[in-house]
């Protein structure tokens, strides 16, 4: 079950806040998020497992929810290295496949 | 530094013309992946190796095979590639377990022409 990203867009201006959210319709085991770059890799950011953890990395970080089955990514004051496509991946249960949302796009401009 | 690498980076075929992508890795992980990305959408699973055990989703096309000859290196072949199949083939690695953090190699842009 493919999760639900929103928004599907974002634009900010250097030094402001932004908040992705991450759904599904079933229960999860963990949400994987990752940052890509046009033309690059996607590149690993956090892992949440259930619990309702909380993690933090420089000014990006995240939580799960694991009750409303929704992960939320929060970016801090944010810099321009911060653009690029931001994918949530979930698991339904342990060992169990990543299938990825289908992504939000964050424009970060001077 | 350790890796994922892929190669080609760039690869043009033409229709129907079988194609080999090839990773390999140094990071000496157990799990190997291969995805296809089109433009603008979320990375999809074609299949993985955890060891020499293969695993296909159930989607994926009979025209994409797979091989892993040795930990370190994983082929994808297209055997006849379709106007569909243009799209960016992402290799990624994992440590132990399934689904541990997914480690991506630069990927190789696909077009057929």
């Known amino acids: 079950q493919q999760p639900v990203q929103s928004p599907q867009a974002v634009i900010l201006r250097e030094g402001e806040d932004a908040v992705i959210n991450c759904s599904s319709s079933k229960a999860l085991y963990s949400v994987h998020w990752y940052r890509q770059k046009h033309g690059e890799a996607p590149v690993f950011l956090m892992i949440?497992?259930?619990?309702?953890e909380q993690k933090g990395h420089d000014k990006i970080s995240a939580s799960f929810n694991e009750k409303k089955q929704q992960s939320s990514l929060y970016l801090t004051a944010s810099q321009l290295s911060y653009s690029g496509t931001y994918f949530c991946g979930t698991q339904e249960t342990s060992g169990s496949r990543l299938t990825f949302g289908e992504g939000t796009q964050l424009t970060v401009n001077p | 530094d350790a890796m994922v690498i892929q190669n080609p980076r760039y690869q043009v075929t033409q229709f129907g013309k079988p194609v080999t992508l090839s990773c390999s890795q140094t990071l000496n992980h157990n799990v190997m992946y291969w995805y296809q990305q089109k433009s603008s959408q979320a990375p999809k699973l074609l299949f993985h190796?955890?060891?020499?055990?293969?695993?296909n989703e159930a989607d994926t096309p009979d025209n994409f095979q797979s091989r892993r000859p040795n930990t370190s290196f994983c082929f994808l072949d297209i055997r006849s590639p379709g106007l569909g199949d243009a799209a960016m083939y992402l290799c990624?690695?994992?440590?132990?377990?399934?689904?541990?953090?997914?480690?991506f190699g630069p990927g190789t842009r696909l077009t057929v022409l």
């Open positions: 990624a690695t994992s440590r132990g377990t399934s689904w541990d953090t997914q480690y």
């Open positions: 190796y955890y060891d020499k055990d293969f695993n």
């Open positions: 949440l497992l259930k619990g309702g």
